[in-house]
């Protein structure tokens, strides 16, 4: 089954066309980035007048790449939430008009699943039979959270970010240290030459807190990074001085520490907590090499195998999107066709 997926929840205009879940045919995608750095974040009207002058050619660059066309495709899988609302209708409309037009189904998809699906796309991903249950964490520029994974679309949301998402955290940090966007990269290539003990920033809800809850969340496999962040303002404002050379490198390194240290701590609690065979990390920010160090470090020390999502589909793409309706329509749970967008859908499992 081969299925084409359109990608417009944020600032990256993207399209690919996916055989039976995991083999990539083709992914292009529209990078935004350079239209939004002038004002330090994403700016939610020129993101889909770009999807609006973008989105088409790029449809027709991963057809064009996959030797497929609009006949030999099975259907259209579309991102439907989260996102920005403006930025999911055009890709939702374009994907709508299409599988009308082409009489082909629609399959939404959420594009945090889509995140999390991403981590079997390689060629030596494991059979499903040898990693779930799964515990995910799932860390973007809009979301941090960690998720229970029976199998593919059974989850049990066991914690989320109770203010920013670790991107978030990260992209703040970039703009208030001056260094541009978005932060993850920045922060990351400027922590190369620093000393992440150098400043003691706070974990944010690091002491044990089991058992208080935050809505249905149990608030120990919660995270926080808005005090973080405010750490991080403060030590700014109380040096007489603009922060630069070694001194900038410590404090990006001390901070990605922090960012790094306050989502392992939650793994390792969930890990201890719960039966699972595996563990994942997906989501842009799980491109941080620090990150993945701490990961696999930890991997090791229980002896819990650890998928990392391929650095390719770590950022926002439209493969994962058709991964995940693959997979749907494999298991034949494609469920009603998304009427509409839902820029604050929440993971649930499948129906
Ligand atoms: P969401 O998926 O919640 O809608 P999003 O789609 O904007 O949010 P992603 O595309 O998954 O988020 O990831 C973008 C985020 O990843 C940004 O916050 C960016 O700073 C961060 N990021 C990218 N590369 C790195 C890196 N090397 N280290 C840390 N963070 C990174
Ligand atoms: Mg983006
Ligand atoms: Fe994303």
């Known amino acids: 089954m081969k299925i084409l997926g359109i990608e417009t929840s944020c600032d990256e205009t993207a399209a690919a066309i996916v055989e039976d879940g995991r083999t990539v045919l083709s992914n ?3 990078s935004q980035i350079a239209k939004h750095r002038p004002y330090g974040g994403v700016v939610p009207e020129i993101a889909s007048r770009n999807h609006v002058a973008k989105l088409p050619g790029i449809i027709e660059e991963a057809l064009a790449e996959a030797g497929e066309s609009f006949d030999s495709i ?4 579309c991102t439907y939430g989260p996102g920005l609302a403006s930025s ?4 939702f409309a374009a994907a709508k008009t299409l599988a009308q037009r082409l009489g082909k189904p629609l399959i939404g998809v959420n594009h945090h699943e ?3 699906h991403s981590v079997f796309m390689k060629d030596d991903a494991p059979a499903e039979d040898e990693v779930f249950p799964m515990l995910g964490l799932m860390v973007s520029g809009g979301d941090s959270s960690l998720v229970l994974m029976q199998g593919p679309g059974q989850y049990e949301l066991l914690g989320s970010t109770i203010d920013d998402a670790a991107g978030e955290a990260l992209d703040k940090a970039a703009a208030v240290l001056g260094l541009g966007y978005p932060g993850g990269p920045i922060i990351q290539k400027t922590a190369e ?24 969340y149990d608030r120990d496999l919660c995270f926080s990074f808005s005090g973080l962040k405010t750490s991080l303002l403060t030590h700014v404002k109380n040096l007489d001085h603009t922060p630069e ?5 410590n404090i990006a390194a001390s901070y990605q520490e922090a960012v790094c240290d306050a989502l392992v701590i939650r ?10 065979k595996s563990f994942c990390c997906a989501g842009g920010v799980s491109l941080n090499k620090v990150l993945r160090e701490k990961l696999t470090a930890l991997s090791a020390k229980t002896v819990v195998p650890l998928l990392l999502c391929p650095p390719a589909y770590c950022t926002d793409n439209a493969a994962m999107i058709a991964g995940v309706a693959c997979e749907k329509a494999r298991l034949g749970k494609l469920g009603a066709e998304p009427n509409d967008v839902n820029p604050n859908l929440r993971l649930a499992d499948w129906v």
Not at 88 to 91: E, K, R
Not at 245 to 249: A, K, M
């Open 28 to 30: 292009a995608i529209y």
């Open 74 to 77: 099975d259907a259209i899988a």
């Open 88 to 91: 999911l209708l055009i890709g």
């Open 114 to 116: 889509g995140h999390l």
């Open 193 to 216: 030459g620093g000393n992440p003990k150098a400043i003691r920033f706070p974990r944010g809800l690091e002491q044990s807190d089991r058992g208080k809850w935050v809505y249905k």
């Open 245 to 249: 050379g070694d001194e900038l490198c």
């Open 267 to 276: 793994v390792e609690r969930a890990l201890g907590r719960f039966p699972i």
